[in-house]
Structures are given as C-alpha cells and as structure tokens.
C-alpha cells in the first residue's frame, strides 16, 4: 500500500471547497500535481517556544546583534527569503519590547535603566538601518508610515488681519458694559500708504446712548469710516451654558446669567493701528506657577499639575490720571500653554510687548505643545512674546535636542532680544567653543542666542568647560557688544582669572559681531572665592558694566570699565543677487577690559541677590536675607524676622554711600523673592509669603505675593497675597512697563503698533535649527538624499529643496491648517514613489516639521476592489517606529511599548498577507472562489467534502 499524508489532501480540498482558511503557517499547499506550489514557514511568534524576556535582554545588554538573520529558526526550505527579512525585523522589535518591559520592573535602578536606554536606542538605529537597507521580492518595508500624501502637522503661521480681545462682558445683548462707564478715551493711529492719521476716540462724545456693546462699536466705525478708513470694529458674542449643581441628590442646571461678549477688530493690509492713550500708569506683570507637585505625597507616580499663569495688575496710585485704572487692579489672568514648566523672567519692551522666557516639556496628559512646536528633547526654553492685553504674538524656542534651560533674559531699545542659559545635548547651528560639551556629553555648557526685533535668530554661541557650566545673566551694551555672566566650574577657554577655585566661579564675557556678521568672543574674566559663586545679574551705564553676584553666600557688586574698539572695514559680502560686493562695515573689533570698585553688601544668610536695576541714574538691588544688618545704608524699614524681602539703592560708582537707602519687606515668617523691578523710585516685588506678611491673612496652603513699595520712604504703596490651584502659589517673576496701564485695558486693547505680520522663517516657527536634516528617496534601497535646513529657509524654499532632490518626482504644496501653513508632499504621478527618512546623527527634522516620514505613493483600486499601490509595487508596510523613545519615565515607557507593538503588529500583517498570496487566498485566509463564509453550506459541497472522505478511508484501509 502507498502511504502519504492525508491530512494535507484533505486540507487541499477544504481549502479548494472554501470551508476554512489555508493561511496556517509552516506548511505548503499542493498544485493538482501534487507538487508544492508554496512554502510558508512558521512565524516567530506562532512557535511553541519563545526565548524568555530575561534571555533577550540579557543578549541585548551585552553587546549582541537586534537584527540577525541567521538566528532565525523558523525558516523552511524553499521559502521566499523575504520570511527570514520580517522574522528578523520582528525578532529584532520583540528584543525591544524585553528592554521596556525591563525597565518598567519594580525595583529597576537609575543605572540599570540607563544601561536598557543605550541598548534601546541601539537597537532602534540598528532596525533602521536594517529596514531601510532592506530588497524584498513581495512588499515593501518602511521605519515610517505608508501615506497617499505627507501633510505636516507644524507649520509656519500665516498673516492675519483680524484680533480679537478676552471677553469683556457677561450679560445680555443689550446691557450696558460696567467697564466701559467713566472717562474712556484712547488714540487710534491708521497708517495706510506711508500717511498716518490720528483718530481720537472719547466714549463722552455717546452722550446719552447707553455704553452698550453694540453702541460702543457703532461709535468706533463711524469715527473710523468717517476718517476713511475701511478697518472696522464688531462685536463677538458666544453663547454660554447654564451652571449645574445638586439639589437633592438630583443635578439641576441653572439658566444662564447670559452670554459672553468681545470685541473684534476687522483689519486691512493696507492700514496699520497703533493704539495709545492720553492718560497711562504703571502696569505690573506677574507670572504665577501654581498646583500641588505630589497630591498623593509618592515622588514615583508624578502626578502633579502644575498650572502657569500671567496677571496684569494696574499700579495707578494717585497720580494716575482719568481711565488709568485703580492700584492694584487686576485687569486681566490668563493662564499659559499647559507645557510651559517653569518661567524664569519676563521684561517688558518699548513697544509695551512682554517679553517671557521659560522652559517648556514634553506634552502630557493631553497638554498641548507651546504655540503648536513640537519640541525635540525632554525640555528646552522658550521665548514668548505677548501684548498688552496677555496674547501670545510668537513663541521662539531653542530647538535643543536633549535638554535646555533658560535663566536670563534682555530686551534692547530697539526690541533685539538675547537669552541666556544651560544646554546639554546637541544644538545644530550654533557657534561652538574649543571644548565643548559632546553631543552624547551629560555635562552642561553655557549658551546665548540673539534674535532680531522680528524674532528671528541671528545667532547662538554655546561655550563651555570641561565641566558644567550656565550663563544665568545676560544685557545689551553700547556699540553692539551684548555682555554675558554666568557660573562654571572649570576654566573657561580663554578666560583670565582673579582668583577662581573651588566648586562654582562666576565669569563675565563680552560678544559682538565680527564684520561678517559672526558673533564674536571680546573677552572673558573669571572670578570669585574658594566656594560657589555665581552671577546674579548684569546692568549697563555706558561703558560702565555692574555685576552683581552671590559669592560663598555674599552678595557682592563689581565694577568694570569697557572700552570697545570701533572699525570701519571693507570687506567682500554676497549681495541679495548673490554677487559679491566691496562693502564697508563698522563693528566693534575687540574691546578692553578693566576691573574698577566692589562693593560687599553682607552675607544673606540662606538668601539670595535676585536682580539689578538702574533708575533716573542710581543703583537699585534686590533679593532676599535673613541678615538683619546688610551693608547698605539708609534703612528706612526693619526686617521682621525669618527671612525678608529688600530693595537697596545706592551710587552707580559704588563708593559713595550718601544716596544709600534700605527697606525691609516681610513678616515673622521666610518671605523670599523671585521677580524683583524698579520704576520711578518705586520698587515691585513677587515671591513667596511666610506668615503675618504685611498684615494679610494667609489665604492657601501656600501663597506668594506681589508689593509695591517706594524705596525712599519704605512705604508699601499696594500688596497682596496670591493663592492658586490647589491653594498653593510661587510667582516667578515680574516685569513693569512704566506706562502700560490704560483706558485701552477697558476695552481690551493692546498697546502700542498692531504687527499683522509674521516671520516666514522655518527656523523662526518650528523647533528646527539650521542645520537640522531629514533624507529622500525615490526608490527602494535608492541613494538617500540629505535636506538641511538653512537659518533663512521658509516653506517654499524647502519645497523648491524637495522637489530638486526627488527629481521632481515629488510634489510639494503648501496648504492651510487652521491659522498655519504647512508642507504636503505626494507623489507627481502615479508612477512615482517617495521615501522620506529621519535624518541621521541626532540632526533630524521630521518631528520639528511635524511630518511622519515613510513611504509615500499614490494608489488605485484592482479588479478585486481592493486598495493597492499604484507605482506597479508589492505592498508597502509602514512600522512608525520614532528615532528615538524615553524608558526614564512611566510615560515615555507606555510610549514606547506602544511603538513597539504597532510595529510588531505590521510584521505580522506583512506576513498574513504574504502568506496568503503565496497559497492563492485572499485577505481573510479564504480561497478567492470561496464565496461568503457564514451560513449554511450548501448540499453539494458537503456530499463532495463526504465523498472525498469516503475515499480517503479506502485508500488507507479506513473503510
């Protein structure tokens, strides 16, 4: 008798009848010849047994290849060797998978899981490269995703011309607004083609029409259409919803008190406003972080929410004039973007703009990123541009690809910006130092970045040690030179020194522009004692520099004298043709240092020197001491015990004593300070309040304050306690602007020169640096073009970049998202296929564009009705997998197991269909003939089946 396997004919005929799926793995499926028509190997995650997690890691941590082909076991003689390609692509990402799951164990060190974050990030870069190296017969593979088009999800904001206020009021349609009672006056100024006209507004001129919205707004436009004006006012009205409350165990919605109501301006790009007022005060700016860090008190779980805000507090007084508010009043709260973390100073601008520097974090939680940039690491610093009114006009971040830390912050005249402060990790076009951080290092090194009044980055410099350092004090000189002071703990390169040893020293650098427009190092001057030291501050009287400075727990004051040497050169430049030019440019060429006075002003016992400030020509300090005898004289208050508030003035020669002046502000507990500024003599305040501060009663768990105190005298002018979310308050910082407080608050308006415009600069509206790269392709295992980023690059410059290296087998439009514009590239034709890939070494760009990188074809529809790609191709599988993932924290880890799993997923769907192709199924595992699946089998398919069985069992004696 002839023996053979019958299960498998029977299978056959099953399959051939349609009654179950012939997709089972490690088997092949016969022709009518009885000889193999295709072999289909058993999967990795179908085999009985499978390496245990505490096996993969331990091979991944000692150095053994993610993705090795030849491991692979499951392999059948015969099959596609694009099997043995998934398997070990697969066997690769489950390897992965061990390493997150390992570091999510309970009792996992710090070190160990810095040792699995190596090995994971190993083995990313391994799997794509692997991938994206990768020839298959029968589909296409891609570390990215599978699209039709990439449309990005960033983008730089587009022009708009209309601005709309906070609300104003809550009530009916026509009620008169509280707000707009009293004298209300303020200036219009209409620019249209380079004529300006003043259009005065005066609510007075009403008379009798009550100040509702809609009357107030019909009064504006005809002020303004009889001006000639087509830019017009309106009124925005929301509908609000009832508040709820329990009654009874029952909830019950109350009716509405009434609808929100705003005003709305309705610009015109040929008429630029600038709004003033006749009558303005000081108005104080207060950013406040508040919430509980820890609510269930366990510093595992972090689940803390911290809430950052800015307040607008009128600081009139009596001298503030008709419409200038009362003192103290708050005119408006906003609260910031949820992943602003920290804010560590705001200044205020000529133009009546504040400014803000912060460090923003990755989202959380469903936060949203700052101004819709996605930041690259896990936090860089951000500079922030309000108005006014507390609306964002642009945010600037560093672009730093691990970590970064703003800590200073200066404003010029002429509204250039420079911050200061830490980075580690690497920061693509910057101007580097000799010894600098690597970008691997874990030591941190000082920067500066200079932006040009429009926001734009003109340059960065980042210096460092061969130890940490930060730049923590930054101000604008004469002559273009921008002095720099911070803290470091080795020798700076180039620096000269007084005395510096121990642990931190403090240090003072100057930078300017080179005649090529390249920023510059003039000089550097360390000093301090054997402890820490650290500059706290930097202001600038013409060529006279003050630092002042926390050295071994005293706050010191140092004098320089800078004498900048001035040039007027010719030089060879590029014109905006790009031919070369024979131009003269004046810069400052080097300058000269020299030390003059110090001053000690006393230890601060467990304090700190907080800030510097020249005003109507005399010094003023400010920080916080539980030294009740600090070396400043004059004292017209006494501290009050703990640890207190002080203002100090003083001779900006430093040696003078006569104009000195003290004041205490505290009560009988620890009052700090974190924002300190001057303005007229009179001296602003924000901290943390202790007990019994000022009187006031303690109104959460932890509150700060905000004071108004005239230095001359001590008196406090105005304060008040602040609380916040979760009865627990620090403000951060606090910025004046002298006469910022307006009739224009009434309304809600911004001061000063409405800028439609935005910048157009990737650089200026992404996280993208120069310098940052991403790759293209427009076939499989094709030369991989690199794309960089240029600091001037704007979306159609990219697009014109894009289009070139694909051959212009890519098309690249530039469409609208919401209020941005944005990159979308498709292939040109049906035949035409596009890869884009991460760019290499640290530098890619694809998460600041906010494009998801991958395969991009375009697709048709086959005569099974089934969605394939159009190019001709086998299918393409898209793993999504990021250049990087985070196994420090729980949520990076939830992140990146769920990579990981969608990638696994896409391996295994790869290979479902495959399989089934190989063995003539379709997708659901069905012969293609088979017909619907459910119900009842009919007759003559089930005597066949019967029949077939029937002769099986007499071929092998069964019947």
Do not use: C
């Amino acid at each position: 008798m002839i023996s053979f396997d019958t299960s498998a004919l029977l299978s056959y005929y099953q399959a051939k009848a349609g009654l179950t799926g012939a997709g089972a793995s490690g088997s092949s499926t016969p022709t009518a010849t009885g000889k193999p028509k295709a072999v289909v190997p058993t999967a990795p995650w179908l085999a009985a047994k499978t390496p245990p997690t505490s096996d993969l890691v331990r091979q991944a941590l000692s150095g053994h290849k993610f993705v090795d082909e030849a491991a692979n076991t499951s392999s059948l003689k015969g099959a596609s060797p694009d099997y043995a390609k998934l398997f070990a692509t697969y066997q690769a990402l489950n390897t992965m998978s061990a390493l997150v799951t390992q570091a999510g164990a309970k009792g996992e060190t710090a070190g160990q899981i810095d040792g699995l974050q190596k090995a994971l990030t190993r083995g990313l870069g391994e799997v794509g490269a692997y991938v994206q190296g990768l020839s298959l017969d029968q589909l296409r593979l891609s570390t990215g995703s599978v699209m039709t088009s990439d449309k990005a999800s960033v983008g730089v904001p587009k022009a708009t011309y209309t601005y709309q206020t906070d609300t104003l009021y809550t009530g009916q349609v026509d009620d008169e607004v509280p707000r707009f009672k009293g004298a209300v006056t303020f200036n219009v100024a209409v620019k249209s083609f380079g004529v300006t006209t003043n259009v005065a507004m005066d609510l007075s001129e009403m008379g009798s029409t009550p100040r509702t919205m809609g009357n107030v707004v019909a009064y504006m436009n005809n002020r303004l259409k009889d001006a000639g004006f087509r830019t017009s006012f309106s009124v925005q009205r929301q509908a609000t919803q009832g508040q709820t409350m329990q009654v009874n165990g029952k909830t019950v919605t109350l009716p509405s008190t009434g609808d929100d109501f705003s005003l709305r301006i309705n610009g015109d790009s040929t008429e630029q406003l600038t709004f003033s007022a006749p009558s303005a005060a000081p108005a104080v700016y207060v950013t406040t972080q508040s919430g509980d860090p820890d609510p269930d008190k366990n510093p595992l779980t972090k689940d803390g929410v911290i809430e950052n805000t800015l307040s607008k507090y009128s600081a009139a007084g009596a001298g503030g004039g008709a419409g200038a508010g009362a003192p103290g009043g708050k005119v408006f709260t906003e609260t910031l973007q949820g992943t602003i973390s920290t804010v560590h100073k705001s200044v205020t601008g000529a133009d009546g703009s504040v400014y803000m520097l912060a460090d923003v974090a990755t989202p959380v939680n469903g936060q949203t990123d700052i101004n819709g940039q996605v930041i690259k690491g896990s936090s860089d610093t951000a500079l922030l541009k309000y108005d006014s009114a507390g609306h964002l006009l642009y945010a600037r971040t560093l672009g730093a690809t691990d970590n970064a830390s703003g800590l200073s912050l200066a404003v010029a005249d002429d509204g250039s910006v420079a911050v200061a402060g830490s980075v580690t990790g690497r920061l693509d076009g910057a101007v580097n130092g000799p010894i600098n951080s690597s970008d691997a290092g874990t030591t941190s090194d000082s920067f500066v970045t200079r932006y040009d009044s429009s926001g734009n980055e003109q340059w960065t410099v980042r210096r460092g040690s061969l130890d940490d350092d930060a730049a923590t004090a930054v101000a604008f000189g004469s002559d273009g030179v921008l002095y720099v002071g911070g803290r470091t703990k080795a020798g700076l390169p180039g620096a000269t020194s007084t005395d510096p040893s121990g642990g931190w020293d403090a240090y003072l650098t100057a930078y300017a522009n080179d005649a090529n427009g390249q920023p510059k190092s003039l000089f550097t001057q360390q000093f301090g004692t054997t402890e820490n030291d650290s500059v706290s501050d930097i202001v600038v009287n013409g060529s006279q520099v003050i630092v002042g400075s926390k050295e071994n727990g005293e706050a010191k004051l140092r004098s320089f004298d800078v004498s900048p040497n001035v040039v007027t050169e010719n030089v060879n430049q590029l014109d905006q043709y790009g031919a070369m030019q024979n131009v003269a440019v004046t810069y400052t060429k080097s300058a000269t240092l020299t030390a003059g006075a110090t001053r000690d002003l006393g230890s601060l016992k467990g304090g700190d020197l907080v800030g510097l400030k020249i005003d109507n020509g005399q010094l003023y300090v400010g920080g916080y001491t539980a030294n009740n005898l600090m070396s400043i004289g004059g004292a017209t208050t006494a501290p009050q015990g703990g640890t207190d508030a002080f203002v100090g003035r003083m001779a900006l020669d430093l040696g003078d004593t006569s104009a000195d002046a003290l004041t205490y502000y505290g009560g009988t507990g620890n009052d700090t300070v974190t924002g300190f500024d001057v303005s007229n003599g009179t001296a602003w305040l924000v901290g943390s309040a202790g007990a019994n501060l000022d009187g006031q009663s303690t109104v959460g768990t932890k509150d700060g304050y905000v004071a108004q105190i005239n230095v001359g005298t001590g008196a406090v002018d105005w304060s008040q306690r602040l609380t916040g979310k979760d009865g627990i308050a620090t403000p951060t910082s606090v910025a004046v602007d002298k006469s910022g407080a307006s009739a224009l608050d009434a309304l809600g308006l911004p001061t000063g020169t409405m800028d439609y415009s935005q910048s157009d600069r990737i650089t200026s509206a992404t996280t993208a640096r120069a310098g940052d790269t991403f790759q293209i392709r427009t076939r499989e295992r094709g030369p991989l073009t690199t794309i960089t980023i240029d600091a001037k690059d704007t979306l159609e410059t990219l697009a014109d970049k894009i289009k070139q290296a694909t051959g212009y087998r890519a098309k690249v439009d530039i469409s609208t998202s919401g209020s941005s514009n944005v990159l979308k590239i498709s292939p040109a034709s049906n035949s035409s296929t596009i890869e884009i890939v991460a760019g290499k070494g640290g530098t890619d760009v694809l998460k600041s564009l906010g494009l998801a990188g991958g395969v991009v074809r375009a697709t048709k529809t086959d005569s099974n009705g089934k969605t394939v790609s159009a190019d001709g191709g086998g299918p393409a599988y898209g793993l999504q997998l990021t250049p990087e993932l985070d196994l420090t924290t729980d949520a990076g880890r939830k992140n990146a197991t769920l990579v990981i799993t969608r990638a696994m997923s896409q391996i295994r769907t790869a290979y479902r269909d495959v399989s089934n192709t190989a063995l003539g199924l379709d997708s659901s595992g069905n012969s293609p003939t088979s017909g619907k699946t459910g119900g009842t089998v009919p007759a003559y398919l089930t005597n066949q089946i019967a029949n077939y069985q029937a002769a099986l069992d007499r071929l092998t004696g069964g019947g």
